[in-house]
Nanobody, 123 residues
Protein backbone atom coordinates (compact mmCIF):
# COMPACT_ATOMS: atom_id res chain seq x y z
CA UNK A 1 0.00 0.00 0.00
CA UNK A 2 1.54 3.29 -1.11
CA UNK A 3 1.55 6.14 1.36
CA UNK A 4 1.97 9.82 0.59
CA UNK A 5 2.80 12.16 3.43
CA UNK A 6 2.76 15.93 2.99
CA UNK A 7 4.61 18.31 5.25
CA UNK A 8 5.75 21.91 5.33
CA UNK A 9 2.44 23.65 5.69
CA UNK A 10 1.68 26.27 8.28
CA UNK A 11 0.84 29.91 8.75
CA UNK A 12 2.68 32.64 6.91
CA UNK A 13 2.18 36.33 6.28
CA UNK A 14 1.30 37.60 2.85
CA UNK A 15 4.36 37.85 0.67
CA UNK A 16 6.09 35.01 2.44
CA UNK A 17 7.20 31.63 1.15
CA UNK A 18 6.70 27.99 2.02
CA UNK A 19 8.15 24.78 0.70
CA UNK A 20 5.90 21.76 0.84
CA UNK A 21 7.22 18.23 0.73
CA UNK A 22 5.54 14.96 -0.19
CA UNK A 23 7.28 11.70 0.61
CA UNK A 24 6.08 8.52 -1.06
CA UNK A 25 6.60 5.11 0.46
CA UNK A 26 6.84 3.58 -3.01
CA UNK A 27 5.92 4.21 -6.62
CA UNK A 28 3.26 2.06 -8.22
CA UNK A 29 3.86 0.64 -11.70
CA UNK A 30 2.44 2.94 -14.39
CA UNK A 31 1.70 5.60 -11.78
CA UNK A 32 4.55 7.83 -12.90
CA UNK A 33 3.04 11.22 -12.23
CA UNK A 34 2.93 13.15 -9.02
CA UNK A 35 1.04 16.35 -8.55
CA UNK A 36 0.00 19.01 -6.13
CA UNK A 37 -3.62 20.03 -5.74
CA UNK A 38 -5.28 22.40 -3.35
CA UNK A 39 -8.75 22.97 -2.03
CA UNK A 40 -9.72 26.40 -0.82
CA UNK A 41 -12.63 26.79 1.60
CA UNK A 42 -15.93 26.31 -0.17
CA UNK A 43 -14.31 25.59 -3.53
CA UNK A 44 -13.53 22.53 -5.61
CA UNK A 45 -10.15 20.87 -5.60
CA UNK A 46 -7.88 22.40 -8.22
CA UNK A 47 -4.62 21.33 -9.78
CA UNK A 48 -1.42 23.27 -9.25
CA UNK A 49 1.41 21.39 -10.91
CA UNK A 50 2.48 17.90 -11.89
CA UNK A 51 5.73 16.13 -12.60
CA UNK A 52 6.66 13.05 -14.61
CA UNK A 53 8.77 11.24 -12.08
CA UNK A 54 10.69 9.13 -14.59
CA UNK A 55 11.98 12.11 -16.52
CA UNK A 56 11.34 15.26 -14.53
CA UNK A 57 9.04 16.99 -17.02
CA UNK A 58 6.66 19.41 -15.36
CA UNK A 59 3.28 20.93 -16.06
CA UNK A 60 1.55 23.86 -14.42
CA UNK A 61 -2.01 25.02 -14.32
CA UNK A 62 -2.14 28.32 -16.16
CA UNK A 63 -3.23 30.25 -13.11
CA UNK A 64 -0.40 28.78 -11.03
CA UNK A 65 2.50 29.69 -13.28
CA UNK A 66 5.13 31.95 -11.83
CA UNK A 67 4.82 31.74 -8.07
CA UNK A 68 4.77 27.97 -7.63
CA UNK A 69 7.49 25.53 -8.63
CA UNK A 70 7.34 21.75 -8.52
CA UNK A 71 10.47 19.64 -8.24
CA UNK A 72 11.54 16.23 -7.03
CA UNK A 73 14.28 14.14 -5.54
CA UNK A 74 13.61 10.86 -7.28
CA UNK A 75 16.06 8.89 -5.15
CA UNK A 76 14.24 10.03 -2.02
CA UNK A 77 10.82 9.51 -3.62
CA UNK A 78 9.94 13.03 -2.64
CA UNK A 79 8.27 15.83 -4.53
CA UNK A 80 8.33 19.48 -3.50
CA UNK A 81 6.25 22.56 -4.08
CA UNK A 82 8.01 25.87 -3.61
CA UNK A 83 5.48 28.62 -3.04
CA UNK A 84 6.58 32.24 -3.19
CA UNK A 85 4.84 35.57 -2.71
CA UNK A 86 1.91 33.92 -1.02
CA UNK A 87 -1.41 35.69 -0.87
CA UNK A 88 -4.42 35.24 1.42
CA UNK A 89 -6.22 33.64 -1.52
CA UNK A 90 -3.65 30.83 -1.38
CA UNK A 91 -5.06 29.69 1.94
CA UNK A 92 -6.08 26.08 1.37
CA UNK A 93 -5.47 22.47 2.14
CA UNK A 94 -2.69 21.30 -0.15
CA UNK A 95 -2.62 17.69 -1.30
CA UNK A 96 -0.02 15.52 -2.95
CA UNK A 97 -1.19 12.83 -5.35
CA UNK A 98 0.21 9.94 -7.40
CA UNK A 99 -1.40 8.72 -10.59
CA UNK A 100 -1.42 8.12 -14.34
CA UNK A 101 -2.29 11.65 -15.40
CA UNK A 102 0.09 12.32 -18.27
CA UNK A 103 0.91 15.89 -17.17
CA UNK A 104 -2.61 17.20 -17.62
CA UNK A 105 -3.67 17.59 -13.97
CA UNK A 106 -6.70 15.41 -14.55
CA UNK A 107 -8.19 14.84 -11.14
CA UNK A 108 -9.71 11.50 -12.12
CA UNK A 109 -6.29 10.07 -13.01
CA UNK A 110 -4.97 10.50 -9.49
CA UNK A 111 -6.04 7.69 -7.22
CA UNK A 112 -3.48 7.92 -4.44
CA UNK A 113 -3.59 10.89 -2.13
CA UNK A 114 -1.82 12.21 0.90
CA UNK A 115 -3.60 13.47 3.97
CA UNK A 116 -3.04 17.10 3.07
CA UNK A 117 -1.20 19.94 4.74
CA UNK A 118 -2.85 23.21 5.68
CA UNK A 119 -1.48 26.50 4.41
CA UNK A 120 -2.83 29.69 5.91
CA UNK A 121 -1.77 33.07 4.58
CA UNK A 122 -2.62 36.14 6.62
CA UNK A 123 -2.44 39.84 5.88
Amino acid sequence: QVQLVESGGGSVQAGGSLRLSCAASAYIYSNNYMAWFRQRPGKEREGIASIYTAGGDTFYAESMKGRFTISQDYAKMTVYLQMNNLEPEDTAMYYCALGTDGLALRLSRYRHWGQGTQVTVST
